[in-house]
């Protein structure tokens, strides 16, 4: 079955407890599912029995490693979510990736939750480019010449639902954007533009 895919790239330090934590918290209550397993292995067999226990486990890299690759799910909700975190990302993007069922869309209230999920993660992890779409879709893009594309060193376009920070619509001017159903929310510099009603109206 094919998922529902949020990905978000950022170049702000994540390894923060506090962001951990409140990012948490926050998804655990739009969803309506608690975090149950977070992990360095998948399949996924470390139970979470506290938030601030889980928001430590995520900040706790090495101090020889350079990276941190984590995988987690949202008791039986069938969400789960990647984490792959950086000490340095001056050359990497830190990448926060939550991977819905597809029958989410099948519901307005579904709908609702992907777009709250969407505009709360960008508002904590301030990316310079969000995008959430089937992963099908997502998968698809290609570069012209036949090889897949690198999503976090490389702007494919815009997906279903996609946010560029104020470094990106000032390079491509907003006067581009005005052809686009695009908006801007109250605390988060850049635009969000939203295509259609779900992933699988829209025609690319």
Request: proline share 2%; glycine share 6%.
């Amino acid at each position: 079955m094919n998922k529902i895919q949020v990905m978000l790239c950022s170049l702000t330090n994540m390894l923060d407890y506090e962001l951990w934590l409140v990012f948490l918290d926050d998804i655990e209550k739009i969803i309506g599912t608690k975090l149950s397993h977070l992990d360095t292995k998948d399949p996924i067999r470390k139970k979470v029995n506290r938030l601030e226990d889980a928001a430590s486990y995520v900040c706790d890299i090495g101090e020889l490693e350079n990276s941190r690759t984590l995988f987690a799910k949202f008791g039986k909700s069938k969400i789960e979510m990647t984490i792959i975190l950086y000490k340095n990302t001056e050359q990497t993007a830190n990448n926060i990736s939550i991977y819905f069922p597809q029958d989410i869309v099948e519901k307005k209230d579904g709908i609702v939750v992907l777009n709250d999920v969407f505009e709360m993660a960008t508002r904590r992890f301030k990316p310079f480019y969000s995008l959430c779409d089937s992963v099908s879709t997502i998968a698809g893009k290609k570069k012209s010449t036949g090889f897949s594309v690198d999503l976090q060193a490389e702007l494919v376009g815009v997906f279903w639902l996609t946010y560029f920070n104020d470094s990106y619509t000032d390079y491509f001017g907003k006067g581009r954007f005005k052809g686009l159903p695009s908006k801007s929310i109250d605390g988060i510099e850049g635009l969000f533009v939203r295509l259609g009603e779900t992933p699988f109206c829209v025609e690319m």
